[in-house]
């Protein structure tokens, strides 16, 4: 019975409100819907934005103090002590074949350039891949790689699809490892 009498209360009241009532209400109650799942939503991102910058803002731990009282040639030597050795490169190469592997990418065929300047004491290997899989496990070995290299830098990243709908992207990846080349 209460039922029925809510409902013959919400069809009058509709009657009165008539079309233009009817679609302002329903504007209404869509605004009030939009409200509590976009802006709260954005509010919280906010919110986790906000706590994820002040911790990064954080003094980060750093191996040098900040008023040192290391002489800028100490410095530099702990700043060149970072990079690893000429010897070491192998073990760099170990670590790119290992990620190919895990992400079950085939490296077929590489370019491989060692360079270095009279005038910079660091050197640089050059290592040019080409890799063909889906475009999610290029991008994991990419990532594998780069945390598993302290000295080692993406230089280029080139992506090449045949078609739209083709599962399998070809890519050309350029790693540089930086190396201390000075004895």
């Known amino acids: 019975m209460k039922r029925l009498f809510v ?13 233009l009532g009817g679609l302002g209400l329903c504007l209404l109650l ?9 802006v709260r939503g954005g509010q919280k991102e906010l919110g986790a ?17 900040v008023n040192s009282a ?22 760099a190469l170990g670590r790119i074949y290992r990620a190919a592997d895990k992400h079950q ?13 009279a005038a910079d004491r660091l050197a640089r290997y ?21 945390q598993d290299n302290a000295n080692l830098a993406l230089e280029n990243a080139s992506f ?7 599962p399998w992207v070809e890519a050309k990846l350029v790693f540089v490892v930086f190396v201390d080349a000075q004895p």
């Open 30 to 38: 869509l605004a009030a819907l939009g409200w509590f799942t976009v």
């Open 105 to 117: 990418l085939l490296l077929e065929t590489g370019e491989y350039s060692w360079s270095q300047t």
């Open 126 to 146: 050059r290592i040019a891949l080409p890799v063909k899989g889906s475009f999610a496990q290029v991008l994991a070995f990419m990532d594998q790689v780069l």
């Open 49 to 65: 934005a906000g706590s994820k910058l002040a911790a990064l803002q954080q003094p980060s731990r750093s191996k040098l103090p």
């Open 160 to 166: 090449k699809r045949d078609k739209v709908d083709d």
């Open 70 to 91: 290391l002489q800028k040639q100490e410095q530099l030597q702990l700043f060149y002590q970072g990079f690893a050795k000429p010897n070491k490169v192998p073990d």
């Open 7 to 19: 409902q013959r209360q919400l069809m009058y009241r509709m009657a009165q409100l008539g079309p």
